[in-house]
């Protein structure tokens, strides 16, 4: 079997090596950390969690619980570490950060197939098969390899990700669905609109000025914003009207009950073809994530909002992936190269450690001669993969699970569990295992796109 070239030793890179060398692989795993640092990393310990401590919700049935119990199932190790380390947290999966990247550590550090390098990776291995598993904070040598081996134009380098709502949840007896001047490609009203009056207009404003923001992250992060692409809170910290003529500008929205413009708005725009999400249009922001629910809650309309993702802004970096890679997580225009975690499209720790678990397991199937595999599309797993290959590659920003990103269910059972939305996930998580269970039983179909190197 040939090597396995691991780049990065964070949460999917850790995880793929673990993967990679249970499966017999022999494997090298390189990390830059301690002789070239991160802007948000604080140690030299592998799988570092770098912010919050929290693996999201435990729930079950809720998207998070779904996909955490598919990464049990295929043997996950930070996972089992995570479980190690647990504390209190009510429904999420939070942990003792430091005992969960020790126990991570030792893991890979004691591994008799794992090798590691502490070195900054600059060129990519031109033979064996390779794992790019070096997250948001990609460091710039590498990130230009990538450029080289993917095409500048299809490597992002900003991430502002605006909050989306669950469409079910918005007051449509106080927004309203209106296209800027009536115009629209084709001639519907595509967004839905959530009108101020003067008096919410400035209490929304106050209540922006006054929310706690992530500033460790701003301050060690100098990368500078684009104009056209500010958060939210900086918008109206330049003055109270700046964002009636920016982001909330209501010209052209008549709204249907008063037949006039709204003294400010906040579009919607459809997120999906279900039309069951829509994200707050220009609403990227450093803000807290309590902050957030609570003071986008103000906007009329939204006062009993779900939402489904907040909104971010950070440097990170990723690929293409929609044009880029395959639903293995391999290269397309060479498969020897996997790509996993952040730097895939994929959003938040679960997620990258998800995606870290399946570019492992099909790194080693492909260095043994193997074919790699596909996740059914009914699982979390599988439907994480099917986005980050199939989003509109125009638009591609990361994303974390949601059911959003699950089939839809047959009509017969969005029928059967039409007044109940528990009901209704709980049956997508059913349809989800079942499809897991003839999985795991070798029973669903493999891919073609063994390659041999
Ligand atoms: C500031 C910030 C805060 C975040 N907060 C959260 C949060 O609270 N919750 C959440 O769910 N998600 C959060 N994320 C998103 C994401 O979940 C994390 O970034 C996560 O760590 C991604 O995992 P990863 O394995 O892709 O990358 P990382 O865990 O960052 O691992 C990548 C590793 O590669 C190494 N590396 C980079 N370049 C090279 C190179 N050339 N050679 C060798 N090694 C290299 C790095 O040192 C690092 O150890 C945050 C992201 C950022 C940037």
Redesign the pocket.
């Given at each position: 079997m040939e090597h396995i070239h691991v780049?990065?030793?964070?949460?999917?890179?850790?995880?793929a090596a673990w993967q990679a060398a249970e499966a017999g692989a022999r494997v090298v795993l390189?990390?830059?950390?301690p002789q070239?640092?991160?802007?948000?990393?604080k140690t030299d310990s592998?799988?570092?969690?770098?912010?919050?401590n929290?693996?999201?919700s435990e729930q079950v049935h809720s998207a998070p619980w779904l996909l955490k119990q598919e990464m049990r199932r295929l043997g996950s190790l930070l996972l089992r570490a995570a479980d190690q380390a647990r504390v209190p947290g009510g429904h999420a999966l939070t942990v003792d950060r430091a005992l969960f990247s020790k126990e991570i550590t030792a893991a890979i550090e004691t591994h008799p197939r794992i090798t590691i390098e502490r070195?900054?990776?600059?060129r990519l291995p031109d033979k064996d098969v390779v794992i790019i598993?070096?997250?948001?904070?990609?460091?710039d040598?590498?990130?230009e390899e990538i450029s080289r081996i993917t095409g500048s134009e299809r490597l992002f380098f900003y991430d502002s990700i605006s909050p989306i709502v669950a469409a079910e949840s918005i007051d449509m007896s106080i927004a309203f669905r209106a296209s800027r001047w009536s115009k629209s490609l084709d001639g519907t009203d595509d967004y839905i609109n959530c009108p101020f009056d003067k008096e919410q207009y400035t209490a929304f404003v106050d209540a922006l000025l006054d929310a706690g923001r992530?500033e460790a992250?701003i301050a060690?992060?100098n990368t500078p914003y684009f104009e056209g692409c500010l958060p939210v809170e900086e918008i109206a910290k330049r003055g109270t009207d700046t964002l009636r003529f920016g982001p909330m500008k209501p010209a052209g929205l008549t709204d249907p009950r008063t037949g006039r413009w709204p003294y400010a708005a906040v579009q919607l725009r459809q997120e999906n073809l279900r039309a069951d999400s829509y994200n707050l249009v220009g609403f990227q922001n450093h803000m807290r994530f309590g902050d957030q629910a609570r003071v986008f809650r103000m906007i009329p309309g939204l006062e009993s909002a779900e939402f489904l993702r907040f909104g971010?802004m950070?440097?990170?970096t990723y690929i293409q992936s929609p044009v880029l890679l395959r639903e293995t997580l391999q290269l397309r225009r060479d498969p020897r190269i996997f790509f996993?975690?952040?730097?895939?499209g994929?959003?938040?720790?679960?997620?990258?450690?998800a995606?870290?678990l399946l570019a492992g397991q099909n790194a080693a199937a492909v260095a043994r001669g193997d074919e790699p595999v596909l996740l059914p599309r009914e699982t979390a797993l599988g439907s994480l993969c099917h986005y980050i290959t199939h989003a509109d590659p125009k638009n591609f920003q990361?994303a974390?699970i949601t059911f959003d990103l699950l089939p839809a269910l047959d009509e017969d059972s969005k029928h059967r569990f039409r007044h109940d939305k528990k009901a209704r996930h709980a049956e997508v998580c059913r349809r989800a295992h079942e499809a897991f269970d003839t999985f795991l039983n070798g029973t669903a179909p493999r891919v073609h796109c063994a390659v041999s190197v």
């Open positions: 780049i990065g030793a964070g949460l999917a890179g850790c995880e390189y990390e830059m950390r070239k640092r991160t802007a948000a990393h592998f799988g570092e969690l770098v912010c919050s929290s693996l999201k070195r900054e990776v600059e598993a070096s997250g948001p904070l990609t460091s040598a590498l990130a992530y992250h060690e992060d971010q950070h440097r990170n996993a975690g952040q730097i895939c994929v959003e938040g720790y679960a997620e990258s450690i995606a870290g990361p974390n």
